[in-house]
T-cell receptor
């Protein structure tokens, strides 16, 4: 079945540094991918919609200059957390939408980001 | 603003019992998704409901959709400990870029002996 690969699974970085998270669709083409953020014991909050070959669409309240999204190909989207701060520590999950009946949304395994 | 409301948010139930989780949403949508999340893990797809009156069953879980009432239910039959997890419903309204998912707050289910 369709698989979405997300890397890294976890990352610890120092405050002020940048972190890049990759999301790949392994056996299907995903023109649209999504980035979610989840705090402990809370729901998934949609941060942005990533469209191949165009600018991402950010949800209200999400800083586009802080969370840089690039969707350079039909199988890869990246999220870069720039100048990370402790409050950016969270669980980030990507999702890729597969066209067809549904459509179907496939989720990566998530990235646990800890900023010290 | 789309709202997706689940209740209950926390549920502790004994093995063997039945219970229903409810998901209400505030905008027109003809498709609804249910996911399961184990602690520290990502989401596992349970059901995709694509039309009014849709009912799907997998093992001890059964999901239904009433688009007119904007309500979906996830029914648990004869619960077992392995069902302990957090369950999310999500609605996929159409956006300019196509369907996107908005999640409820989740129902944390604990099944006890």
């Amino acid at each position: 079945g369709a698989v979405v690969s997300q890397h890294p699974s976890w990352v610890i970085c120092k405050s002020g540094t940048s972190v890049k998270i990759e999301c790949r669709s392994l056996d299907f083409q995903a023109t649209t991918m999504f980035w979610y953020r989840q705090f402990p014991k809370q729901s998934l909050m949609l941060m942005a919609t990533s469209n191949e070959g165009s600018k991402a669409t950010y949800e209200q309240g999400v800083e586009k200059d802080k969370f840089l999204i690039n969707h350079a190909s039909l199988t890869l989207s990246t999220l870069t957390v720039t100048s990370a701060h402790p409050e950016d520590s969270s669980f980030y999950i990507c999702s890729a939408r597969e066209s067809g009946l549904g459509p179907t949304f496939h989720f990566g395994n998530g990235t646990r980001l800890t900023v010290t | 603003e789309l709202k997706v409301e689940q209740n209950p948010l926390f549920l502790s139930m004994q093995e063997g019992k039945n219970y229903t989780i409810y998901c209400n949403y505030s905008t027109t949508s003809d498709r609804l998704y249910w996911y399961r999340q184990d602690p520290g893990k990502s989401l596992e797809s349970l059901f995709v409901l694509l039309s009014n009156g849709a009912v799907k069953q997998e093992g001890r879980l059964m999901a239904s959709l009433d688009t007119k009432a904007r309500l979906s239910t996830l029914h648990i039959t004869a619960a077992v400990h392995d069902l302990s997890a957090t369950y999310f419903c999500a609605v996929g309204p159409w956006k300019d870029s196509g369907y996107a998912l908005n999640f409820g707050k989740g129902t944390s289910l604990l099944v006890t002996p």
